[in-house]
C-alpha cells in the first residue's frame, strides 16, 4: 500500500506530463456539467443524470491519465455508451449519500464517511458490468474497507499545507513595499492551486482505486 507522500508523487507525475490537457478535459467537464443544468433548469430528471454520468467519465479519464494511457476529449462522453446503468447507479449513490446526511445532528459527519465509501463507485460502474447498478456502492464499501481514513487525510492534508503557505506568505505580503511581492506570489498560488486541484485529487482516487484492484486481484488468485 502506497503512502500519502508516494500518492502525491504518483498523482503529480502524472500531472506533470500533461497539465494543460488534463486542465481543458477538467474545465471542460465543468462547462458541460454547467450547460446541462442551464438548459435543463426545470427538468432535473434530464439535467441531474446527464451531470452524473459526466462526473463518472472524468473520474474514468483521470484512472486513464495514471494508467499512462492518452486521454482525449471523446473520453469524457465514456458513461454515455452506457448512460442508463451509469447514470442510475451514480443516481443511486448520492440519494444514500443525502439519505445518510439526514440524520439528526450527526448526519453531516455520516454524509461524509459514506461518501468516502462509496468513492469507487464511478470506476465499478465503467469498468465491472458483472455487478448491477445498485450493488456498484456495495462493492465500493468492501473495496474502500480500511483505507477511508488514509484517502480522507489525503484530502485534508493538501488544503491544510496550502492553507498554512497561503498564512505564511499573507503575514510577509503584509510587510510595507515588498509585501507587494509576496501578495503577487499568493495570488499565483492561490490560482495554480484552485486551478488544479480538481485534476490532482481525482488522480490520488484514481490511484487508490488502481491499488485496491490490484490487491483485489492478489486475493482473488
Sequence with gaps: MNTIIARYK???AVLKKRPIMLWGLSLMNVLLIALASFLC??????????????EASM???YLSGLRGKEVKSEDLFTGFSNFKRVAGGMAWKELWVF??????????????????EYRFTAYILMTRPEISAT???????????GIKGKMFWNDVLIF????????????????????????IVLFIMSLVFFAFIPIFLGLIRADYYQDATNITSVTAE
Design 59 to 61: 473520474e474514468m479519464l
Design 160 to 183: 491544510v499545507a496550502y492553507f498554512i503557505a497561503a498564512l505564511v506568505i499573507g503575514l510577509f505580503a503584509a510587510i510595507p513595499y515588498i509585501g507587494i511581492l509576496f501578495a
Design 99 to 116: 439519505i445518510w446526511a439526514l440524520i439528526p445532528i450527526v448526519g453531516f459527519v455520516f454524509a461524509i464517511i459514506k461518501s468516502y
Design 41 to 54: 433548469p426545470t427538468l432535473p430528471i434530464v439535467s441531474i443524470p446527464i451531470a452524473l454520468t459526466l
Design 135 to 145: 450493488e456498484a456502492i456495495k462493492e465500493s464499501q468492501r473495496m474502500t474497507k
Design 10 to 12: 504518483n498523482s503529480f
